[in-house]
């Protein structure tokens, strides 16, 4: 069965190449893709992700995300380049 995964970046020619990579994934499967923190916790609500790979979002900060979608998942769902 394949894991759901909804990637946040504000780099959305970053995410785009990063969704055409994984496209022909057996393990993956791309349920969304947000710039922000409001669009993903849109998405989230939406398609329901089993993992989120959190890139930047600088309009919005890393101290906004993590908290607000931390709650969703367990540790091991949420992959961050932004956690330090």
Known sequence: MKRRLLIV??????????????????LIEICGEAASVDE?????????????????CKRDGKGRIVPAISPCFSPSGIYSSMLA
């Open 9 to 26: 970046d504000d780099d959305r020619e970053a995410t785009r190449q990063l969704a055409n990579q994984l496209a022909g994934s057996q």
């Open 40 to 56: 993903a916790w849109a998405k989230l609500q939406q398609s329901r992700p089993d993992l989120v790979l959190l890139g930047g």
